[in-house]
């Protein structure tokens, strides 16, 4: 009897906790830093939600350790729907490729609800003399393993998405990772020796130096054009059929977070992206609103590094 009164109080204690959060401030971490398109569309999102809890929601920027430090600080916060990690594809392609994270990305997490989708762009420097998909191609395979692609790291969707490109086009280059930021300088400045020749950034980040003309918009990832940039033809447009690879956002809580709380989370942010000052955000941003049901985004966050594992195996490179 005991035991019984003790798991009924346990339950109790379950359900009245999550009809009451949230009590005090929510915390949400992103991992990419100042300016980035998950810290952007977080404080757009943070206003919102403090309107609807009457509690202040702030983001905090935990960039570092290959955009890994914030998953690692919020799988070590306690599951109570008071700390959140908004993040990119990147968490689930993480998944797939390195195993020697302080945290499991899959497991020690729980995806809450998708935010928004938006294509990449594809870019060249200037001084690169490579102004279409199509020449870029070309240089690729006239010269296999020479050409360099910058990343913002291991793992990231500019990786993954480079890769997706790379095999569906038929070329060979050379990898080489680094913070966002710097990897949009080494493209613009190829012309020295170990700069790199492409890039897939998000839109956002390399439009002021695509309107600068310091870097060359060759095409965007997804099936349709990007509203920032229309004049630029989708990869698929620009001769590599088919192809398709958003970036996309979603919010994650440490495994272990209360299911009523998770529900409360996801209807809650749910109806503040179905409102019309976040839709015309997200479009003003260049995305499109995603929405699915909790247990939908959980299996399509597996399905994606499921995805990442096959890019992954096709390039020939060990999980690390």
């Known amino acids: ?78 599951a109570d729907g008071y700390t959140l990690l908004i993040s990119t594809s990147a968490q689930a392609y993480s998944a797939a490729l390195l195993k020697n994270l302080p945290y499991d990305p899959l497991k020690d997490f729980i995806p809450v609800t998708p935010l928004t989708s938006q294509p990449y762009v594809l870019v060249a420097g200037k001084l690169a003399g490579i102004t279409t998909i199509g020449e870029l191609v070309a240089a690729a395979k006239a010269k296999p393993r020479v050409l360099k692609f910058g990343s913002s790291g291991l793992g990231t969707g500019t990786h993954l998405g480079v890769l997706k490109f790379n095999q569906a086009a038929g070329i060979k280059a050379v990898h080489v990772p680094a913070q966002m930021g710097d990897a949009i300088t080494d493209t613009i400045a190829n012309t020295v020796a170990g700069r790199t020749d492409y890039l897939l950034a998000p839109i956002p980040l390399a439009l002021p130096d695509v309107r600068a003309g310091r870097l060359r918009a060759l095409g965007v990832t997804t099936a349709r054009r990007s509203a920032l940039l229309p004049e630029v033809p989708t990869i698929a447009e620009a001769g590599v059929a088919g192809f398709d690879f958003p970036i996309w956002y979603g919010i994650w809580v440490p495994a272990g977070t209360p299911a009523g709380v998770v529900d409360k989370l996801a209807k809650g942010i749910g109806r503040m992206l179905a409102g019309p000052d976040l839709r015309e955000w997200v479009a003003k941003h260049g995305g499109e609103p995603m929405s699915m049901t909790q247990l939908e985004f959980a299996r399509f966050v597996l399905s994606e590094s499921e995805s990442a594992a096959r890019i992954i195996e096709a390039a020939g490179i060990k999980p690390q």
């Open 1 to 78: 009897m005991r035991v019984l009164f003790l798991l009924l109080l346990s339950i109790t204690s379950a359900v009245t906790f999550a009809q009451d959060y949230p009590t005090k401030p929510v915390r949400m971490i992103e991992p990419f830093g100042a300016g980035g398109g998950p810290d952007l569309l977080g404080r757009a999102l943070a206003q919102k939600l403090a309107e609807l809890w009457g509690l202040p929601v702030t983001v905090e920027n935990h960039p570092g350790e290959g955009s890994t430090a914030a998953p690692a600080l919020v799988a070590k916060s306690p």
